[in-house]
């Protein structure tokens, strides 16, 4: 009896050891909530960076179609329609997806930035037993469109400056604060 029950204590060992390059994917959807062009997208310099353990594994450009290499895994980043289908050589994306292939299992963090937007970071993305998907939106206080004045939130005081501008015809001002890019 003895001997059976300290062989027993190797099975969580051996559990663990069989787990021990097991990977997945983690696909994440930003969804463009007030209609931009991919070219304007790009302009604002859309990126998702992947944190694992607080230490970045890479940044990917949002706008860039194709795949990325980022800390050893394989990043394909791919704009749909606004139906989430292809989007089939159209400029007017409704989402930009990337897919985070080959991650090993723990807890990883994505954080959203670009020109105009409020970062917003997704923490303790746990990738154990299955894969993740995580969406946010551009229009839904996630990874918001309208921080003009770059102090991470977007209030009265972009409102405020959107006002002072409005009819400008200068370059510096329309870079800055023309968020639908016409």
Not at 60 to 74: D, F, I, K, S
Not at 98 to 124: H, I, M, N, W
Not at 126 to 146: K, N, Q
Request: with cysteine; net charge negative; hydrophobic share 35%.
């Amino acid at each position: 009896l003895t001997a059976l029950v300290l062989s027993l204590t190797l099975l969580p060992t051996t559990a663990l050891a069989a787990d021990e390059g097991v990977t997945g994917s983690l696909t994440t959807a930003v969804r463009i909530d007030y209609a931009q062009r991919l070219d304007e997208l790009a302009d604002r310099g859309l990126q998702v960076e992947l944190q694992k353990g607080g230490a970045t594994l890479g940044t990917v450009a949002l706008t860039r179609a194709g795949v990325q290499n980022v800390g050893g895994c394989q990043a394909t980043v791919t704009p749909k329609g606004v139906d989430g289908g292809e989007l089939g050589g159209g400029q007017w994306p409704g989402f930009l997806e990337v897919a985070f292939e080959g991650l090993p299992q723990g807890s990883y963090s994505l954080v959203f930035s670009g020109r105009g937007y409020t970062s917003y970071t997704e923490k303790d993305i746990e990738l154990r037993d299955y894969s993740r998907h995580v969406v946010v939106g551009t229009g839904d206080a996630t990874f918001t469109l309208g921080d003009v004045n770059g102090d991470g939130a977007v209030n009265e005081a972009d409102r405020t400056a959107m006002a002072a501008v409005l009819g400008s015809h200068r370059p510096e001002e329309l870079y800055q604060y023309d968020l639908n890019g016409d």
